[in-house]
């Protein structure tokens, strides 16, 4: 994992269970071009994002993926909405020997059916990024699965 998507998780991991797994409130600091449902993170120092999220409630099917995707998946084909995070500094070195990600992220936040547990919510997120290897540009995807409950605060 590189460190702005295990940051990102981690921020995920940390959120409010009721209010913000995902958040339906609109927040006045978000982009016009963003609506509930959304989760917010800080990618650094100086840039926020507002992921928007695909919530299925319980009873609906689960919607996140239960493998990560094929490199040649999309998020539409995935039922996903991509939020594309924009170039992100890996480091505080600048010019030509800066180094940069360019990340997408799809998130799933289902709401797992009664069962054994209640108030329990499935967290997928696939992550794709890109980077300059020399000349070459590298790209990863990975998915990461997140199992919170209410009670876990």
Known sequence: MAGADAEIVEQIKQLDYTTLLPSYEVDPYAPVSKTPPYIRVRLNQSNVVWLKVVHTTAGNTPQGPTVTPAPSATAASLGAIDNYTGSIPLSTV???????????????????????????????????????????????RDREVIIRTRFDQ
């Not at 936040?109 to 890109?130: H, L, R």
Request: no cysteine.
């Open 94 to 140: 600048t010019g030509t020997t800066s180094q940069q990600i360019n990340m997408n992220i799809w998130v799933w936040i289902d709401e797992i059916p009664d069962g054994d547990a209640s108030e329990v919510k499935k967290v997928t997120i696939v992550y794709t990024y890109s980077y300059l290897d020399g000349r070459v540009e590298r790209t990863v």
